[in-house]
């Protein structure tokens, strides 16, 4: 929340609000986004959160919907394929979730899930982007010849591993990880 320089960040904009209180919801969760605290980490009053805001649920609406928002088009431009490279195209959106290099990434979707066992409104979001998640790689996998049960059974597998191989740490476990995990992605898009 504050600049390398140590010194407040500015928040000139709405926009920036909801990517600091994005910041603070990854690094503590939704009880973290609290409008003192994120007032006083800007070095401002709480009268410039309620210039943007009615009050903290209109910063969480906005959270979740920014969160929403860009899953959705993230899912969306990493599930196009052109015809006959759905295979690749899997082989690469495995790669990309399942990786460990975004951790900032993971400690959003983690913190969403824990907002959304307690909230229906995150629920409800949460269920729209695993939709969204779900049903771009069922088409994926039709594209590929497979059934819609086939489909559907291999986009959940999908999500299953990307997101549970990307909590693991098991890192030193062996030092062919990265062909397992390679031997893996093939097993679950094979046709």
Known sequence: MKKEDGKPRTVRDRGEWVEAAIDVLAEEGVQGM???????????????????????????NAVLETWRDGRIRDIHKQTVADPGGEHDQ?????????????????????????WARRDAQATAVVEEVDRWRLECTR????????????????????YAYVFGQSLMACENYD??????????????VKP
């Open 34 to 60: 609290r409008i003192e605290v994120l007032a006083k980490n800007f070095g401002v009053t709480k009268g410039s959160f309620y210039w943007h805001f009615k009050d903290r649920q209109d910063l969480f």
């Open 90 to 114: 899997l082989l690469h959106l495995i790669d990309v979730y399942g990786s460990t290099r975004n951790r900032k990434g993971i400690s959003i979707e983690l913190a969403v899930r824990e």
């Open 139 to 158: 088409q994926l996998f039709l594209a590929r010849g497979l059934d819609e049960d086939e489909a559907k059974s291999r986009s959940v597998l999908l």
């Open 175 to 188: 030092p062919r990880l990265g062909d397992f995990k390679r031997w893996i992605a093939e097993l679950i």
